[in-house]
Structure formats: structure tokens, C-alpha cells
């Protein structure tokens, strides 16, 4: 259930945003062993003066999910996101910038108000 905003500067066309979506879906969902509907993603475009990284960022991708992945589940899920949006789409590897936002279940709130601790979750964390 992470949720992933992905913030660039405006002026890519759709199919190519609707594809950066997809590759940075699809490596979440294999690596982190997810149900294929498990889907939550905003892609944020700016004005190029309201987004500033330092050299040579151009794409960050921000991902909040539940605490409990190993290191090498990180380090796989950063690997296979670069892999992708480099294969699909010719972005250069080391113009994305990833970082993750880890929370306990107790800090969600999902299914009517409920605790993500409180529910029976399609899928493992501590993989």
C-alpha cells in the first residue's frame, strides 16, 4: 500500500508521463511482492522555476510505505526503478532521485478510518 509522488518539471507529454508512471508502478508492485492493484501514485509537474535539485536531478520519486523492508528490498526497489525508467523511457540513471518515507502501520489510516495495524494486509512487509 505505499504511496508514491513522483515531481518533475512540466513539459513532458502524456504518454510519456502515463509510461514513468507505469515502470515506477510495476517495480514497486514486483519488488515489494504487492497485489497488482495496489495503486497509489500522483505525478506532479512544476514550473521550471518552482523546481530546483541539484545537479543532475530531474525526477524525484518519493515512496511512503508501512516500516519492515530489508536493506536489500531497498536497495532492489531503487535498482529496478532506475533500470526501468532508463530501459522504457532513456532517462538517464543518475538524474532520479529516490528516497523513501518509512512509517509504522500505526500511522496509517485506511478502510474507513482504521488503523493499517487493525486490517488484514494482501501482502508481507518484512520481506
Known amino acids: 500500500m505505499p504511496f508514491t509522488k513522483i515531481s518533475l518539471v512540466k513539459g513532458n507529454n502524456k504518454a510519456f508521463l502515463e509510461e514513468f508512471k507505469k515502470q515506477v508502478l510495476e517495480a514497486i508492485i514486483y519488488v515489494l511482492e504487492l497485489p497488482s492493484d495496489d ?46 525508467l532508463h530501459n522504457k523511457l532513456n532517462i538517464e540513471k543518475e538524474s532520479i532521485f529516490i528516497f523513501l518515507n518509512e512509517q509504522p502501520l500505526s500511522n496509517w489510516g485506511v478502510r474507513g478510518g482504521k488503523s493499517a495495524e487493525e486490517i488484514n494486509l494482501d501482502f508481507k512487509v518484512d520481506i
Open 39 to 84: 495503486r497509489n501514485i500522483l505525478i506532479m509537474e512544476y514550473e521550471k522555476e518552482l523546481f530546483e535539485m541539484k545537479n543532475p536531478y530531474k525526477y524525484l520519486i518519493e515512496i511512503s510505505m508501512f516500516s519492515g523492508r530489508t536493506k536489500e528490498r531497498k536497495k532492489l526497489l531503487f535498482t529496478n526503478i532506475v533500470e526501468r
